[in-house]
């Protein structure tokens, strides 16, 4: 009688293989995301030791980078900025703050902070900016910047001048604000589109002049050329460097509803050899039966028509809105004019 043939036992490889190579898998991310982190302390640590060289300090209180296993965010307890380069120091407090990207998309980072922000400003100046959320998104390409979007919800912002009484406070149900390198002209002068959205808002002394007691809606639509000159900081060195390479603020389109007033402009913007602001802005405007307490009327039109605010198509645009066209306003050596007129304001100051 013969031996039976013995069972052949199936190893338990293929039971266990899914869960070993899981474990493996883990480990591995994990080890990336480790090294992720690692790289971006190093790049914090070296990107503020840059500022600091540049004269400003950035302290990120109670410094922390976390978000595993998909995340990377860096937080902050609050967030200081202090500046040397205006002469005297600028000091900017903020809350606590935290920046967010995913690891499969490091490009696009998104930030929330917690207000208020508040800002001591040469000459005495002090300014407050709070708000009911905030959220900005920066997309970079590498190192370069693609556009950089912010969204202010209920935004209040409070300048106080050193010897004056009141504060002034301007404030908005929602601001929107959006950057992008222009297609066309970043590559050849380095052009920056802003645009900026602004619903329901409060300013003082666009009441003063219009006093109909209405919120205002502003839509803003510009370009700057020679941004290059920013991107080592806003301070006087970039704002000379700016102004001496022929950088200009091309106002492409401002619309300002105020109840039944409508303000529609546009124009361009400079710096003269004295840091003043120095250029020509068109504008035309319809709902306005007084600027400052002083009676308008049908005086607008003609003077519009008489001086030079109507012309060619835009003119034509304006009629057929229900615009009136206004003199051209002119800064030019320190002085506001409309059309030929030089209006008994206050001398335009340095910006520094």
């Keep these: 009688m013969s031996d039976p043939t013995p069972v052949r036992r199936h190893g338990r490889f293929w039971l266990y293989a899914p869960f070993v190579l899981l474990a493996l898998l883990a480990a591995g991310w994990s080890a990336i995301w480790g090294f992720a982190r690692s790289r971006v302390d ?33 937080r902050c307890a609050s967030l200081t900025l202090t500046s040397s380069r205006w002469g005297d120091e600028v000091k900017v407090d903020a809350g606590p703050a935290v920046a967010v990207a995913q690891v499969w998309t490091p490009g696009h980072i998104i930030l929330q902070m917690t207000g208020p922000m508040l800002a001591s400003l040469p000459q005495g100046r002090k300014a ?3 708000w009911k959320e905030l959220a900005a998104s920066l997309h970079l390409s590498g190192l370069a910047f693609e556009r950089f979007s912010l969204v202010l919800g ?3 912002l409070t300048v106080t001048e050193p010897g004056q009484g009141a504060a002034e406070t301007w404030r908005a149900s929602a601001t929107e604000v959006h950057l992008r390198p222009n297609p066309q002209r970043f590559a050849s002068d380095g052009t ?10 409060v300013l003082p002394a666009l009441e003063a002049l219009v006093g109909n007691g209405q919120l205002a809606d502003l839509d803003l639509q510009a370009s700057l050329s020679r941004a290059l000159s920013f991107r080592r900081g806003f301070n006087p060195d970039a704002l000379e460097a700016w102004r001496t390479a022929g950088g200009l603020v091309d106002v492409t389109k401002l619309v300002l509803v105020k109840g039944p007033t409508r303000l529609e402009a546009s124009g361009q913007l400079a710096l003269d050899e004295a840091h003043r602001p120095a250029g020509k802005v068109v504008a035309a405007v319809a709902g306005i039966d007084r600027i400052a307490g002083i009676k308008v009327g049908g005086l607008t039109a003609g003077l519009g028509a008489l001086l030079g605010g109507r012309t060619g198509d835009s003119g034509q645009s304006n009629t057929a809105a229900g615009l009136s066209p206004l003199p051209p306003l002119v800064l030019r050596e320190g002085r506001v004019f409309l059309g ?5 304001l206050q001398p335009l100051q340095p910006v520094y």
Excluded: H, M
């Design 192 to 201: 920056v589109d802003l645009a900026v959205n602004a619903k329901g808002g």
């Design 42 to 74: 190093q790049e914090l640590d070296a990107g503020i030791a840059r500022e600091a060289g540049a004269g400003r300090n950035w302290t990120c209180r109670e410094r922390s980078v976390g978000g595993y296993p998909f995340r990377i965010e860096v």
């Design 154 to 156: 209920e935004p209040v």
């Design 340 to 344: 030929p007129l030089r209006l008994p």
């Design 128 to 130: 407050a900016l709070d």
